[in-house]
């Protein structure tokens, strides 16, 4: 049957009948029946979704990114909205398969850092640990979509053995940032193992958890969970909400019983076209955020990743919701707007510049308002009573590293790029005048 018959002949989105049929509250308040019932196909979206033709095309695509959406998150799309924030998020369109300039598909050259698979050292101090390729659901924007939705690529219990083992041979590294994939759809033995195992080495000291899972199946926030959790403080998570609609009676408990459990939570969201990319948006989200006691940590520009193309902004627009945001809303409910440059080059902050002009002792500033004002520099500073008061210890840990920092420090002149004194080396070698 053709897309087209088949929804000729489909009773479209009556309440009374949805693809999983009827459900009792325990299953429905139930992550494994969430799970295995996640909707997939054109044909089940088609039963709560009026979907575009646009829509079908990309959920027929044959190479298309993985489709999955949980039931729950599913009846928060508005079934007869195109441009719903929700969907939009979910649901393909047939234009992400579209190649744009500059699109690559790691475009973060997250393979060139992995000295063992789904390990990302990019960091002096810290690791990117990829525990799975599978998630509840999945972001149509994905910057992995390399290998998560692949279950054959998916990590097993050798590589993770392998991962935790770069870990405990790597004392530089103080903190562990589980991902995928998201973490939280392990079986809980499995992830339960990995946190016992990261505990035990003696020079981490904090794990992170990035997960979309309270947003896109709270039903897993269990009080075991949380019990489970609570054994391997100090822990962190990240979570990643893109829009107020994501913010539910269900996700707010959820996020309660985190908070409640002693874990720091921090919310990850990308600017994403159409979606949230203007002010207003932006700072409903923010601040339900607060009140739910999750901390804006990253704004992401979106990454140059296939399928996210028609998702990407201007990073202007991102600068004018910087702008809109410092000053106007408490500083807790700002996040840092950061782009993750092409190539590898890591999180580049960027926002608008608030320091105006420089004299010997003198620095000029503007505030949100346009004030413009001055800061008298003091004149007798002096930098190097620290060292005299607290003696500096002499470890370097950044080896290869300091960058910029490293300048300041006295660790060289310049930074230069590859080829640039072979380039510059013009001058004839002439013999030397006596
Ligand atoms: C984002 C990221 C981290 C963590 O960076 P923070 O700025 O500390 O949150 C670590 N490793 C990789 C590869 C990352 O992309």
Redesign the pocket.
Same mark, same amino acid.
């Given at each position: 049957m053709s897309p087209s018959q088949f929804l000729a002949t489909q009773p479209l989105f009556s309440s009374s009948h949805k693809p999983w049929g009827n459900v009792s509250p325990k299953q429905w308040n139930d992550w494994h029946w969430q799970l295995s019932n996640r909707l997939n196909t054109w044909e089940e979206l088609a039963q709560i979704v009026d979907l575009t033709p646009e829509e079908i095309q990309g959920l027929t695509a044959k190479n298309k990114f993985r489709v999955d959406i949980t039931p729950y998150f599913a009846t928060l799309i508005d079934p007869d909205d195109p441009d719903c924030p929700i969907r939009r998020q979910v649901i393909p369109l047939g234009r992400e398969l579209f190649a744009f300039e500059g699109m690559q598909a790691d475009s &973060?050259a997250?393979d060139e %850092?992995s000295p063992i698979p789904g390990l @990302? %050292? +990019? #960091?002096p101090d +810290? @690791?990117?640990m990829l525990v799975t390729t599978h998630c509840a659901s999945y972001c149509r924007y994905c910057t992995r979509s390399r290998l998560v939705g692949d279950f054959q690529q998916t990590f097993r219990k050798p590589d993770l053995e392998r991962q935790l083992e770069y870990i405990r041979q790597t004392p530089q590294i103080r903190?562990v &940032?589980l991902s995928g994939g998201d973490p939280l759809t392990l079986s809980p033995i499995l992830l339960d193992y990995i946190l016992s195992r990261l505990r035990e080495i003696e020079h981490l000291e904090i794990v +992170?958890i990035g997960t979309r899972v309270p947003v896109f199946l709270p039903q897993r926030i269990t009080d075991e969970l949380c019990t489970m959790l609570q054994k391997y403080h100090p822990l962190w998570i990240?979570i990643h909400v893109n829009h107020p609609k994501e913010i539910t009676p269900e996700l707010s408990a959820a996020l309660g019983k985190l908070a409640d459990a002693g874990i720091p939570l921090g919310n990850q969201s990308v600017l994403l076209a159409g979606i949230n990319d203007r002010l207003d948006i932006q700072k409903e989200l923010l601040c339900k955020l607060v009140k739910n006691r999750v901390r804006p940590? #990253?704004l992401y520009q979106c990454d140059l990743v296939k399928g996210a193309g028609h998702f990407r902004t201007k990073v202007a627009k991102g600068m004018e919701i910087m702008e809109g945001l410092r000053g106007h809303l408490s500083g807790y409910a700002i996040p840092t707007y @950061?782009i993750?440059a092409p190539g590898g080059g890591?999180?580049i902050p960027v926002m608008p510049q608030y320091l105006i002009s420089q004299g010997t002792n003198k620095v000029i500033l503007r505030n949100y308002e346009g004030y413009i004002t001055t800061y008298h520099e003091p004149d007798n500073y002096d930098p190097d009573a620290i060292d005299r008061a607290q003696p500096p210890s002499s470890v370097r840990s950044e080896i290869g590293q300091e960058g910029v920092s490293g300048l300041l420090q006295g660790e060289g002149e310049t930074i230069k790029p590859r080829g640039f004194d072979r380039v510059h080396y013009r001058r004839k070698v002439k013999k030397k005048r006596s």
């Open positions: &973060l997250e %850092h @990302v %050292h +990019r #960091y +810290r @690791v990117l903190d &940032l +992170r990240n940590y #990253y @950061v993750d890591g999180k």
